[in-house]
């Protein structure tokens, strides 16, 4: 009996406590007894059969092809990810008093080994990850030393550390992690890139520090600076940013699912990005608002709908208001071939620079094809329109979209102009993995600015990568851009940046 009823007590742990049922359907455990509210549970979600006569039979002796299946029922019935380590550890010890009573069963229990280790190794202390990123640039083409490869006028060949990061997380419970994120190089440094990755490592900054957990009605719950990337999320781009989004901001975020329905809420400030939020002054005084919901009913078909809400914060900001809209929506033909594509249209007030400023729009279509459908290549073909006064993340100096991932690079957006016209993107990926260490690259960008006096823009590539270690990565690519006549550097004051300019680069990365 003792025997029996310590087995229902692990079994009723990990298939977690609840208050106690109304009635209890074994007649002969009596209330008020230690391992009523267990059996009860037990047999409420058919862990337990009893005997037909309804009766729990608890002074008779258990047998242990019994015993083993109420350890099989439980099996099957827990989802073990929602089990703690020493709900697991219990469960764990049972499995093996049981085994050749559970082998007969055909019961697999695997699982649990696999669930304990990860659990530990969550548990067990920090953990640091990390990526470092070494470009050697070699520029040549009309902009000479001039080229946006290199320092400007100074240089036609840079080495730069191009993007360094360490990612530290501690798991404090089950439900509850810590982490940061420490930035440093040419790329995304969070600073003012003053240095762009040369010489000294001079600056840095911790651009992620959060905490998430878990509310009641299993809400997420992220507070402190954190980054939130939706556009990322439904894989809508290839390269280094999204069209808009992709954001870091110090505030509040939650999450909450309900089947396959998703919200997302956060409420923020100080918020990293595009260059409408410099309308907020240096130290970005706004306040965020955003809020987007998906849903994924098929492995085939998704679609979400999403705002963001920036409101002047400040005493020379109160009047500034940016709000962007956002529907997006994905259809697999098969689950190597999907069709994919997001719409923007965002209004803003108290801001003057673009007259028509209230109505700016940004859409892109996808086509996204993996080699496993073609065999020989991956194929990404991405037709993109958008305003010229749309703030977006095209709207940058550091132009990181439609490139290679580099700052000071050659690339389209370059020379992206802000007027009222619209511009006209084209741009396609071909990735080839011949083996699992080699692989081969092609890629094509074409930018209509749709503006007088300015030449369409072109820029093309190929490279060859190679995985020489699990942690090393070697790539290296030739990338020619063509400006065309009639385009000015954005990010250098407007200078005339006209012509070709074209790279030869080599790049060594490191995950760790």
């Given at each position: 009996?003792?025997?029996?009823?310590?087995?229902?007590?692990?079994?009723?742990?990990?298939?977690?406590?609840?208050?106690?049922f109304?009635?209890?359907?074994?007649?002969?455990?009596?209330?008020?007894?230690?391992?009523?509210?267990?059996?009860?549970q037990?047999?409420?979600?058919?862990?337990?059969?009893?005997?037909?006569?309804?009766?729990?039979?608890?002074?008779q002796p258990a047998?242990?092809?019994?015993?083993?299946?109420?350890?099989?029922?439980?099996?099957?019935?827990?989802?073990?990810?929602h089990?703690?380590?020493?709900?697991?550890?219990?469960l764990?010890?049972?499995?093996?008093?049981?085994?050749?009573?559970l082998?007969?069963?055909?019961?697999?229990?695997?699982?649990?080994?696999?669930?304990?280790?990860?659990?530990?190794?969550?548990?067990?202390?920090?953990?640091?990850?990390?990526?470092?990123?070494?470009?050697?640039?070699?520029?040549?083409?009309?902009n000479?030393?001039?080229?946006?490869?290199?320092?400007?006028?100074?240089?036609?060949?840079?080495?730069?550390?191009?993007?360094?990061?360490?990612?530290?997380?501690?798991?404090?419970?089950?439900?509850?992690?810590?982490?940061?994120?420490?930035?440093?190089?040419?790329?995304?440094?969070?600073?003012?890139?003053?240095?762009?990755?040369?010489?000294?490592?001079?600056?840095?900054?911790?651009?992620?520090?959060?905490?998430?957990?878990?509310?009641?009605?299993?809400?997420?719950?992220?507070?402190?600076?954190?980054?939130?990337?939706?556009?990322?999320?439904?894989?809508?781009?290839?390269?280094?940013?999204?069209?808009?989004?992709?954001?870091?901001?110090?505030?509040?975020?939650?999450?909450?699912?309900?089947?396959?329905?998703?919200?997302?809420?956060?409420?923020?400030?100080?918020?990293?990005?595009?260059?409408?939020?410099?309308?907020?002054?240096?130290?970005?005084?706004?306040?965020?608002?955003?809020?987007?919901f998906?849903?994924?009913?098929?492995?085939?078909?998704?679609?979400?709908?999403?705002?963001?809400?920036?409101?002047?914060?400040?005493?020379?900001?109160?009047?500034?208001?940016?709000?962007?809209?956002?529907?997006?929506?994905?259809?697999?033909?098969?689950?190597?071939v999907?069709?994919?594509?997001?719409?923007?249209?965002?209004?803003?007030?108290?801001?003057?620079?673009?007259?028509?400023?209230d109505d700016?729009?940004?859409?892109?279509?996808?086509?996204?094809?993996?080699?496993?459908?073609?065999?020989?290549?991956?194929?990404?073909?991405?037709?993109?329109?958008?305003?010229?006064?749309?703030?977006?993340?095209?709207?940058?100096?550091?132009?990181?979209k439609?490139?290679?991932?580099?700052?000071?690079?050659t690339?389209?957006?370059?020379?992206?102009?802000?007027n009222?016209?619209?511009?006209?993107?084209?741009?396609?990926?071909?990735?080839?993995?011949?083996?699992?260490?080699?692989?081969?690259?092609?890629?094509?960008?074409?930018?209509?600015?749709?503006?007088?006096?300015?030449?369409?823009?072109?820029?093309?590539?190929?490279?060859?990568?190679?995985?020489?270690?699990?942690?090393?990565?070697?790539?290296?690519?030739?990338?020619?851009?063509?400006y065309?006549?009639?385009?000015?550097?954005?990010?250098?004051?407007?200078?005339?940046?006209?012509?070709?300019?074209?790279?030869?680069?080599?790049?060594?990365?490191?995950?760790?």
């Amino acid at each position: 009996m003792k025997k029996f009823l310590a087995v229902l007590a692990v079994v009723a742990i990990v298939a977690f406590a609840a208050p106690a049922f109304a009635a209890n359907p074994f007649m002969d455990v009596p209330a008020g007894h230690w391992s009523y509210d267990a059996v009860a549970q037990l047999a409420s979600k058919g862990i337990v059969s009893g005997y037909p006569d309804g009766a729990f039979k608890g002074g008779q002796p258990a047998t242990r092809y019994e015993v083993a299946s109420v350890v099989a029922r439980a099996l099957a019935y827990e989802d073990l990810r929602h089990a703690s380590k020493e709900d697991l550890e219990m469960l764990k010890k049972l499995v093996m008093e049981f085994k050749d009573e559970l082998d007969a069963l055909g019961v697999k229990v695997d699982k649990i080994d696999k669930r304990v280790a990860v659990l530990e190794d969550r548990l067990g202390g920090g953990k640091l990850r990390g990526i470092f990123r070494f470009d050697a640039k070699f520029g040549t083409g009309d902009n000479d030393h001039a080229n946006t490869w290199t320092r400007q006028a100074v240089s036609k060949n840079e080495f730069s550390k191009e993007n360094f990061r360490l990612f530290l997380s501690k798991q404090i419970d089950e439900k509850t992690y810590f982490e940061t994120q420490y930035r440093a190089g040419a790329w995304a440094s969070g600073q003012n890139k003053n240095g762009k990755g040369r010489g000294e490592v001079t600056e840095s900054s911790w651009n992620k520090v959060f905490v998430n957990t878990v509310l009641p009605y299993d809400v997420n719950f992220r507070f402190g600076r954190f980054q939130f990337d939706w556009e990322g999320d439904h894989g809508l781009y290839i390269d280094e940013d999204a069209a808009f989004g992709d954001w870091r901001a110090d505030g509040f975020e939650f999450t909450k699912k309900w089947g396959n329905f998703r919200g997302v809420g956060v409420i923020g400030r100080n918020t990293s990005g595009e260059r409408r939020n410099e309308l907020f002054g240096a130290a970005y005084a706004s306040m965020l608002y955003a809020v987007k919901f998906d849903w994924k009913p098929t492995d085939k078909f998704w679609v979400a709908g999403m705002g963001y809400w920036q409101q002047g914060d400040g005493a020379a900001t109160d009047d500034l208001r940016v709000n962007t809209y956002g529907a997006a929506a994905g259809f697999k033909f098969t689950p190597a071939v999907e069709l994919k594509g997001i719409y923007y249209w965002q209004n803003f007030s108290g801001w003057t620079g673009i007259k028509n400023g209230d109505d700016a729009k940004s859409w892109k279509a996808i086509l996204d094809v993996k080699q496993d459908a073609l065999k020989f290549t991956s194929l990404w073909v991405e037709y993109a329109q958008e305003d010229n006064w749309f703030g977006g993340n095209n709207d940058q100096d550091w132009v990181a979209k439609y490139s290679l991932g580099t700052y000071l690079e050659t690339g389209v957006l370059n020379v992206r102009p802000h007027n009222e016209q619209t511009t006209k993107y084209w741009h396609v990926q071909a990735k080839q993995k011949w083996t699992k260490k080699f692989g081969t690259f092609l890629r094509y960008t074409r930018a209509d600015w749709d503006t007088a006096g300015q030449d369409t823009a072109t820029e093309w590539g190929a490279g060859v990568t190679y995985q020489y270690t699990p942690a090393i990565a070697f790539m290296l690519a030739y990338d020619s851009v063509d400006y065309g006549a009639g385009g000015k550097q954005y990010g250098n004051k407007l200078a005339p940046l006209e012509g070709k300019d074209n790279l030869i680069i080599f790049r060594t990365t490191v995950r760790f």
